[in-house]
């Protein structure tokens, strides 16, 4: 069965008690037992409820893992993940990462004893000078947020398992539907499910899978203790916005590609990110371990003044932080996305004033385009 297929017949779509195609909202905080020493298959909705478990199953089958969980956002289900981890342990992550995952370990978990090293995930040598003995896991994007750098998964899931670590991918940018990192031997995949799987930015949450049984029996029972659960009515949401991905995500894609061509164009424009153009590094890579480029097209305009006249001037796409809607989404990273990033670590990374990501949403492309076009002109 086809990703497309198996995203509305992961043989959880159904509620089992009366047929129903569209899983109850299960709106319990606390369920009777039968005795005092024998509890059935849920007593308290932080440890579990009908409704999370169903959208749990399916997050976890399509990325080929075994046991999902929900969390009450993306940065909860980051966190939660992190919390793995205890003092003395050391972690590598991209140097490109988005900027609240920098922000939680640059002034959150250091402060816990756990400290984190950036770097450059698309050069492996980097990576594996980075491991030290007391380093538990390496952390990536890929394509990375916002400049859409693509790591070899493959590559970095060997280079962990040779050193006795996990490798965690957050895959946010792609989806399910066009990147399953478990098939390439990553070991967690977390999602900001806020993005593209709720798909119409009404919905805060996150996901996390895990590839095995021990990794998941862990985050279960980090899920429970810390207790950042997402509520039964964001799952419902969650889950319906999951049953359109595909036709979704077809249409992002297309559109992306008309924008990210026609951008390449313009005297405005320095440089445009994206894994559909012929040039951009690491795409061979990407078509080996991606089925599409995805949705998000960033690029730089030729001076920071321009950026900021060009991002006052358009009139559809809506000016703010996230991404991943139906409707386009246009953000100024340097003060949006990633605000939180060390303003040196932003200009090494290569975050500055004159850059501009765009979730491309599904509009007509042709009416994109003219709109990007005059706010151009009146730059």
Known sequence: MKIGTKILHTGNEIDPTTGAVSIPVHHAATFQQAKADEFGPYDYSRSGNPTRDALEAIIAS?????KGFAFSSGMAAISSVFLLFSPGDHLVACEDVYGGTYRVL??????????????DFTDLSKVREAIRDNTKALYLETPSNPLLKITDLRAVSALAKERGILSIIDNTFMTPYLQRPIEYGMDIV?????????????????LAVAADGKLANQIKFIQNAFGAVLGPQDCWLLMRGIKTLKARMDMHQKGAAKLAEWLQGRPEVKEVFFPGLPGHPGREIHKSQADGPGGIVSFR???????KKFLSSVRLPVLGV????????ITYPVT??????????RKRVGV?????????????PDDLIDD????????
């Not at 305009?301 to 950026?307: C, F, N, R, S, V």
């Not at 949006?336 to 303003?343: I, T």
């Not at 990007?372 to 730059?379: I, S």
């Open 62 to 66: 399509l990325e080929g893992g075994v």
């Open 106 to 119: 640059t002034r959150l978990f250091n402060r816990l004893g756990i400290e984190t090293t950036f770097v």
């Open 190 to 206: 977390i999602h900001s499910a806020t993005k593209y799987l709720g798909g119409h930015s009404d919905v805060l949450s996150g």
């Open 301 to 307: 305009l030729q001076t920071e003044e321009i950026a």
């Open 322 to 329: 996230s991404l991943g809607g139906v409707e386009s989404i």
């Open 336 to 345: 949006m996305s990633h605000a939180a990033m060390h303003p040196d670590h």
């Open 352 to 364: 500055t004033g004159d850059l501009v990501r765009f979730s491309v949403g599904i509009e007509d």
């Open 372 to 379: 990007l076009d005059q706010a151009l002109r009146q730059a």
